[in-house]
């Protein structure tokens, strides 16, 4: 009893219908078929990837069937969720093969593909490439506009006359048909893909005559409020090096350490419960958010590492000393730094560094100014602070 109340409610946001009537199910003994799909337009999983990866872990520990389904089939369309213009570039089937390469090997750190009950693993390109024009106006019947139509993120861009390209609004048609293929129980996802999901319930009635759950997870946002992920370009990757991932997490605002110890640790709820009171009271947040740091990093790697970690974090923003050691960069004379920094994986995108370069976050450490120009050649060696926690050098 206590484990399935754990799993309807650690984590959750909603559950559709209703939280009582997949928890009558659980109780009846019945074994679900539940999956959630993660969209390959990025080769990395992210933080905001690991708040559902707990809770499939959490099912699989239960004896249901988890399915970790790659969407190279709906990453196509491209998903609209969270985005407020249209997207400037679609990918190939292969594009998205290819960027899935690790994904298995960076959700491992969290749910099992091998031993009792692993999870499976299935791709959607496999069945919705497949699909004919019958097929997809067979799908696409069950819809009217309207229902398109009524979704947030649609109006909002038609109201400011921003592109709603037509491609993107296949987009929940498509994941829709994801639960008619694999015929499941139960869809989990995060609450940005509440829409989405609701229309795979729908099309199961009409096609299947059969009931499937949704249980929404919340999102994690940054200090700005903004989520953490992809789309906003502050993504962190579950195989960052610990040091950078222990730096990141110590950069969450204050009001989400509770929430993440819930959504990202496998502490006890009585845990999370404690260190949630302890904050009201008005204890001191570095304490829990160290805490939650070295927890996420030993999980993620290993005790060792986040000991390392918490180490270089307090001689290195705490005490304020520049590290010893450093990553190190080659590079050629004339290269311009943004280029450098993107090629290799220190800064997410371009967009990152005009926001670093606008927000005086690009420091020389040698001549202990800020870099203001966003098309700077690098001319000499460098040795750089990026934003409060990447120290780079950069030899010719």
Same mark, same amino acid.
């Given at each position: ?93 292969? /594009? ?53 139509? /009524? ?29 008619? /293929? ?79 110890? /819930? ?134």
């Amino acid at each position: 009893m206590d484990k399935i109340e754990e799993v309807l409610t650690r984590g959750v946001d909603k559950i559709y219908p209703s939280r009582e009537a997949l928890k009558k199910v659980l109780l009846s003994g019945k074994k679900l078929k539940l999956y959630q799909g993660f969209d390959p337009t990025g080769d990395k999983l992210h933080i905001g990837h690991m708040v559902g990866l707990r809770k499939l872990a959490a099912w699989q520990a239960l004896g249901h069937h988890v399915i970790f389904l790659i969407g190279d089939g709906t990453g196509q369309a491209g998903d609209p969720s969270g985005k407020t213009k249209a997207r400037e570039k679609f990918f190939t089937t292969d /594009e998205l093969r290819q960027n899935a390469t690790d994904y298995a090997k960076q959700a491992k750190k969290i749910i099992r593909f091998d031993g009792e009950n692993p999870v499976e693993i299935l791709y959607n390109g496999d069945w919705l490439n497949s699909l004919t024009t019958p097929d997809i106006l067979k799908i696409a019947g069950h819809f009217s506009w309207q229902q398109l139509g /009524e979704r947030d993120l649609f109006r909002e861009r038609i109201k400011r006359g921003e592109t709603l390209n037509f491609r993107e609004s296949m987009y929940p048609l498509l994941q829709a048909y994801d639960s008619v /293929e694999m015929d499941v129980d139960l869809e989990v996802g995060g609450s940005d893909q509440t829409f989405n999901m609701l229309c795979g319930r729908s099309l199961m009635k009409s096609m299947l005559k059969k009931e499937k759950f949704v249980m929404t997870t919340p999102l994690l946002v940054d200090k700005t409020g903004r989520k953490i992920g992809k789309t906003e370009d502050n993504a962190i990757a579950l195989d960052d090096r610990p040091e950078d991932l222990f730096g990141k997490i110590m950069a969450f605002p204050d009001e989400v350490i509770a929430q993440c110890f /819930e959504c990202l640790t496998t502490v006890s709820m009585e845990k999370v419960q404690t260190v949630r009171k302890a904050l009201k009271a008005g204890e001191n947040p570095m304490i829990y958010k160290k805490e939650l740091a070295f927890k996420i990093v030993s999980d993620l790697h290993d005790t060792t590492s986040a000991q390392v970690a918490q180490d270089a974090f307090s001689n290195t923003f705490q005490k304020k000393e520049i590290p010893n050691k450093m990553q190190e960069v080659k590079c050629k004379t004339g290269d311009l730094l943004s280029e450098i920094l993107v090629k290799n994986k220190i800064l997410s995108s371009k967009g990152e560094w005009r926001r670093l370069i606008l927000g005086k976050a690009v420091h020389d450490l040698e001549k202990k100014q800020n870099i203001t120009n966003t098309d700077f050649k690098v001319l000499e060696d460098l040795t750089l602070k990026i934003g409060k926690r990447k120290f780079i050098k950069l030899l010719i």
